[in-house]
């Protein structure tokens, strides 16, 4: 756990197959949290809100694949909280049976997902997090934003340390991708913390001066 200013509380955990790194960002004030990118193993996300002593004010996804998805249903259905993605991601969320089927997995359940909204963001309690539309990896991709403090972005599978998403998925397209990082996240200080949606942690400095796909020096 790190703390994120005086009120705000950072948690990942590596979760499912896939190991996604699922983000919980939680309000010590109101004691609001969101949970953001569910993948799977989710009684392990609900006994971290437990000790954070947190309930969830909203359940986002930064895209619509299988292992960043897979625990919104059964979370929202035991919290009663929103569930959101982008819209351009819909149609992959409805495909889920298919990407279970891809992967030789047993399909989750599903639930409705609202649409989230770049123009509020996501609340919990007097916080919020930023919405950015980061397409490439998937039409709908997102980065999430935390502003308090210095900034932190929740990047998804757009940004990973030294490297970037996969473009060869349904929908996916390098261009848009490198053109989403450098328009959108690359905009932010050197020391903004990136926590991605797989692996470890970086910065945006690290980023922009060492991955390749950025600094044109892939082999």
């Given at each position: 756990?790190?703390?994120?200013?005086?009120?705000?509380?950072?948690?990942?955990?590596?979760?499912?197959?896939?190991?996604?790194?699922?983000?919980?960002?939680?309000?010590?004030?109101?004691?609001?949290?969101?949970?953001?990118?569910?993948?799977?193993?989710?009684?392990?996300?609900?006994?971290?809100?437990?000790?954070?002593?947190?309930?969830?004010?909203?359940?986002?996804?930064?895209?619509?694949?299988?292992?960043?998805?897979?625990?919104?249903?059964?979370?929202?259905?035991?919290?009663?909280?929103?569930?959101?993605?982008?819209?351009?991601?819909?149609?992959?969320?409805?495909?889920?049976?298919?990407?279970?089927?891809?992967?030789?997995?047993?399909?989750?359940?599903?639930?409705?997902?609202?649409?989230?909204?770049?123009?509020?963001?996501?609340?919990?309690?007097?916080?919020?997090?930023?919405?950015?539309?980061?397409?490439?990896?998937?039409?709908?991709?997102?980065?999430?934003?935390?502003?308090?403090?210095?900034?932190?972005?929740?990047?998804?599978?757009?940004?990973?340390?030294?490297?970037?998403?996969?473009?060869?998925?349904?929908?996916?397209?390098?261009?848009?991708?490198?053109?989403?990082?450098?328009?959108?996240?690359?905009?932010?200080?050197?020391?903004?913390?990136?926590?991605?949606?797989?692996?470890?942690?970086?910065?945006?400095g690290e980023e922009r001066r060492e991955n390749p796909f950025l600094t044109g020096k892939l082999l």
């Amino acid at each position: 756990m790190s703390e994120r200013g005086a009120h705000t509380v950072v948690e990942t955990l590596v979760v499912g197959a896939l190991q996604c790194n699922c983000v919980i960002v939680g309000d010590t004030r109101s004691k609001l949290a969101v949970v953001v990118d569910p993948g799977d193993e989710v009684e392990r996300i609900r006994e971290v809100l437990d000790r954070l002593g947190m309930r969830i004010a909203a359940i986002v996804a930064t895209h619509g694949h299988i292992d960043h998805v897979g625990g919104i249903a059964q979370l929202k259905a035991s919290s009663g909280a929103p569930a959101l993605i982008h819209e351009a991601d819909v149609p992959l969320y409805e495909n889920l049976a298919l990407q279970a089927q891809w992967l030789g997995v047993d399909p989750p359940s599903m639930t409705v997902l609202a649409k989230l909204d770049e123009s509020h963001g996501v609340a919990f309690g007097s916080s919020k997090l930023d919405v950015l539309h980061t397409p490439g990896h998937s039409p709908g991709s997102v980065s999430f934003v935390l502003p308090d403090g210095a900034p932190l972005i929740l990047s998804g599978d757009t940004l990973f340390a030294r490297g970037i998403g996969r473009t060869d998925l349904w929908g996916g397209s390098y261009e848009t991708i490198i053109n989403s990082i450098n328009a959108k996240l690359l905009t932010f200080p050197d020391d903004t913390i990136v926590i991605p949606g797989h692996g470890p942690k970086t910065t945006v400095g690290e980023e922009r001066r060492e991955n390749p796909f950025l600094t044109g020096k892939l082999l």
